[in-house]
């Protein structure tokens, strides 16, 4: 069945420092996949997304890759700031005409960053 | 331009009573999703609208439904309540025509 496992669970760096997070999926039928930051008690926020067509991108000091026949994409966060302290899900989605509404999310991964 | 909206904040109910969620998307969306997150846990689907019709739903037990109505607000109806059913119970919006959701602040369930 689809399934989306998430590495680490969670993540201590230093300030300033680089934060990475993998994800690997099952269906590959899938072609849309977001990032989300959850802060405690707050809704999860979309911090970037990238669709099959695309291999990086890349949106200040935040980048996420893709690899379709490896079947994992990865969150990469530089310049750490103790604010990037949250959960963050990686999700896979299947869009356009196949487009199916659901999102299967990731465990998480909480990072800390220590000033 | 206002987010997604749900209510209540919180809700408290007992075992084997029924629970109802409410959502308002962001004005322009057509499509509301709605997950679960239990503690500790990640998110997982539970149903699809878009223009008034279920589109799709997750592996979760008939007792869990809802509607979507003409303005594109949804609820979701949970009955015959479970202490399992102790979750945050997200709501996201979308256009039909893209796949990114955006998220509520959820409305936090507690069954005692």
């Known amino acids: 069945g689809e399934n989306v496992e998430q590495h680490p669970s969670t993540l201590s760096v230093q300030e300033g420092d680089s934060a990475v997070i993998k994800c690997t999926y099952s269906?590959?039928?899938?072609?849309?996949f977001p990032w989300y930051k959850q802060e405690l008690g707050k809704r999860p926020q979309l911090i970037i997304d990238?669709?099959?067509?695309?291999g990086e991108k890349k949106d200040q000091r935040i980048a996420v890759t893709l690899n379709k026949t490896a079947k994992h994409f990865s969150l990469h966060i530089t310049e750490t700031q103790p604010e990037d302290s949250a959960v963050y899900f990686c999700a896979v989605g299947s869009g356009g005409s196949g487009n199916t509404g659901k999102l299967i999310f990731g465990q998480g991964t909480t990072l800390q960053v220590k000033p | 331009e206002a987010g997604v909206t749900q209510s209540p904040t919180h809700l408290i109910k007992t075992r084997g009573q029924q629970a109802t969620l409410r959502c308002s998307p962001i004005?322009?969306?057509?499509?509301v999703y709605w997950y679960q997150q239990a503690l500790g846990l990640g998110l997982q689907f539970l149903l699809w609208?878009?223009?008034?019709?279920?589109?799709n739903r997750g592996n979760f037990p008939p007792r869990f439904s809802g509607r979507q109505f003409p303005n594109y607000s949804s609820e979701l109806n949970v009955n015959a309540l479970e202490l399992e059913d102790s979750a945050l119970y997200l709501c996201a919006s979308s256009t039909y025509t893209r796949e990114t959701q955006y998220f509520g602040p959820g409305t936090r369930l507690l069954v005692l």
């Open positions: 990238i669709r099959s067509n695309v």
């Open positions: 004005s322009g969306h057509t499509s």
């Open positions: 269906d590959s039928a899938s072609n849309y």
């Open positions: 609208y878009d223009e008034g019709e279920e589109r």
